[in-house]
């Protein structure tokens, strides 16, 4: 079995209170109950885990990033020796 990183499985976790959540939403939806509170809890989960997905690419460079930081400084160590 693979092992997931640390971030994909909060993901994975996320999104199951977020499917859970939602048969409860529908549940509530059927039996005409209304709780404000708990629409509130679903979007506090749905901004949860698209802050997770959103951190993915955030905090890391690409490795095109990487070469043009590392052309960049190869050019100012030249320019510095001559």
């Known amino acids: ?14 999104q199951d209170v977020l499917v859970t959540r939602e048969a409860s939403a529908l549940l509530r939806d059927v039996l005409s109950s209304e709780d404000a509170d708990e629409d509130n809890l679903e979007e506090f989960w749905e901004y949860k885990y698209e802050d ?23 050019t100012l160590q030249s320019e510095a020796h001559v």
Not at 1 to 14: E, G, I, Y
Request: proline share 3%; aromatic share 8%; glycine share 2%.
């Open 52 to 74: 997770i997905q959103g951190t993915r690419y955030a905090t890391r460079l690409s490795h095109y990033q990487k070469r043009i930081n590392s052309l960049a400084q190869a």
């Open 1 to 14: 079995m693979p092992r997931f990183s640390k971030r994909k499985q909060l993901l994975c976790d996320v």
